[in-house]
């Protein structure tokens, strides 16, 4: 099967059978990952674990790389929507992470066919990758569905190779926020970390106000979780000490908006995971959404003991 988008150069070599040399040649097949083995019976996620039938799953790295991957495969597979019907299901094969892996990305109709959405797409596949990988990012693949069981989307590792290309993204660089002119015109204005002290809760989302009436808004969907969980990966990585002072920021575009992602330390430094990264910016993406579909203006979330602020800016 060919690989989809940028993400190129799959060998053609496909999985061969081992052979076991006896007074014959006896072929045993290796056990391959379909997504059939995992029926919806039993809930809204499955992961793949090492079973008798598959001692050994292929493993990829669940970070950025596989994140972008699966915003390639639901391009190569709905577009920005298509109607997906009852049946066989819609693949597409892309690579998956840096070391070459490739991954089959499945979605499949169980009930009734639908228009099927980029953001939902992204959102099942990005429910796999976030919650089935182990500490060191790693994931055998697994499916998740939809709450009424309708949609199957799946994550399945092959042991084929490929080439992969990198991923283009800006580097994180420790910035100091500048707090707007007075004399700066209202629609000018921004919105900063310190025009939301940790003060007043755990949550502040930008609303319209008298200095800024009409903020940006950006989509709140997978579009924007799969823009945090890459603005993690590169701001702290598995886990990266983040000191008291300026914020740490990185700029991410969630497919049609470049937006600002900051972690600030108010009180004193520590090591911040990817896990506590990513956990505090969904609370700004399911906290502060408006609308529906579903739009987010930004704001800040912070930890219990405000020393960590984590802020989203379009």
């Not at 040399?21 to 809930?43: A, E, F, K, M, R």
């Not at 502040?204 to 603005?231: D, F, M």
Request: glycine share 8%; aromatic share 6%.
């Amino acid at each position: 099967m060919p690989v989809t988008g940028p993400l190129t150069g799959v060998s053609s070599n496909s999985p061969n059978p081992q052979s076991i040399s006896t007074s014959t040649t006896i072929s045993v097949p290796i056990p391959t990952l379909d997504p059939l083995n995992y029926p919806p019976s039993n809930g809204q996620l499955q992961c793949v674990k090492a079973t008798r039938d598959n001692p050994n799953p292929i493993a990829i790295v669940g970070g950025a790389y596989l994140s972008q991957a699966i915003v390639m495969a639901c391009q190569d597979i709905v577009g920005s929507s298509k109607f997906l019907a009852v049946g066989a299901s819609y693949t597409a094969t892309v690579v998956s992470d840096e070391t070459g892996h490739v991954t089959e990305f499945d979605l499949t109709i169980k009930i009734g066919g639908f228009d099927v959405t980029k953001d939902i797409c992204q959102t099942q596949l990005s429910t796999v990758m976030n919650s089935c990988q182990s500490t060191t990012l790693n994931t055998f693949g697994g499916c998740s569905y939809t709450s009424d069981y309708n949609l199957q989307a799946c994550i399945l590792p092959t042991d084929e190779k490929g080439t992969p290309s990198p991923i283009v993204i800006n580097s994180p660089t420790p910035t100091s926020p500048v707090l707007p002119n007075p004399t700066t015109p209202a629609s000018s204005f921004t919105h900063l970390p310190g025009q939301f002290p940790p003060s007043a809760g755990n949550l502040q989302c930008v609303k319209a106000t008298l200095e800024n009436p009409t903020p940006l808004e950006i989509w709140s969907g997978g579009g924007l979780s799969n823009a945090i969980t890459v603005a993690c990966q590169h701001l702290v990585g598995s886990v990266k000490f983040l000191a008291l002072g300026d914020p740490y920021s990185i700029q991410v575009s969630d497919d049609n908006h470049l937006t600002t992602f900051l972690l600030q330390i108010k009180i004193g430094g520590f090591g911040v995971t990817d896990s506590m990264c990513e956990t505090q910016l969904r609370v700004i993406l399911t906290g502060c959404r408006i609308g529906s579909p579903a739009k987010s203006m930004g704001g800040c979330s912070y930890t219990s003991d405000h020393n960590l602020e984590a802020c989203i800016f379009p």
